[in-house]
């Protein structure tokens, strides 16, 4: 009995380790932006371009800020429980129009009823990048890639401020890669170290996702305004999490990945070979020819005389 005990633990805590991973959302990362200070931006309002609006606007107030686009599907189909939400009046909503044209950003909300206090406008998507936004899905219903079958990105960002801004330098749009051949290895060459958070499965280099193109813009920026590459791997971690790494730092949270596949093959080895230790010996199987002399010699060895 107690030579099974050993393949039922491994077994048990297998199918414990399995359950528990069906609980779970592949597609949920949780933000490390949670209780930290927002980052600082400064837009023009979708309604009134000359006037702008920032983080600094809000300091001690509880806000929330939903990134949004006409374009995008999951936008329509949350649509009603912001209009809920701000009817409630549990909490103000302000919107962050991501990338889209100013007037069809007007109309979208002219169409649908507009929830928010105020809306944004950030057509070129780094604002909304920097705060760790992930990218609406496009209304043609194209995936950000052949293989990803993932559903709607979370967008929604809440934000607590009691704010002390980070400075934040606004740069200019980075030069063409074809401007900058040299720069652009660089880039994709760290572009290959970080994740897709929309794909999951590619890094910023492989994806055409709208996000990793705002990753890899981000990177580009970083490294023409000189930073190094742990410098931007700190940048992206700081506001994605671990996650954003496509290959996972070895530290507490990762030890079971990282070391999972190597315990159950060694654990597989020591049941196998505590199998083999315990096995009897085979029985040895005698021809005719061997049980017929093993007879004689039996015989002549009881004919003796003692």
Known sequence: MNRFVLPLAIFAALIALLAVGLTLNPREVPSPLIGKPAPHFELPQLDQAAKTFT???MVGRVWMLNVWASWCVTCREEHPVLLGLAKSGAVPLYGLNYKDKREDGLAWLKS?????????????????????????????GTRCCPWCKSSAVARLLAFLLVVSPA?????????PAAADPALEQKVMALAAELRCLVCQ???IADSTAPLAEDLRNQVREKMRQGASDSEIIDFMVARYGDFVLYRPPVKATTLLLWFGPLLLVVAGLLVLLRRLRRRPPPELELTTAERERARKLLTESEAEPR
Do not use: C, F
């Open 55 to 57: 983080e600094k606007d």
């Open 112 to 140: 649908m009823g507009d929830p928010y206090q105020l809306s944004i406008h950030d057509v070129e998507g780094k604002s909304a990048t920097s705060a760790s936004a992930r990218s609406p899905r496009r209304s043609s």
């Open 167 to 175: 400075p934040w330098a606004h740069a200019k749009e980075a030069a």
């Open 201 to 203: 499965n590619q890094t």
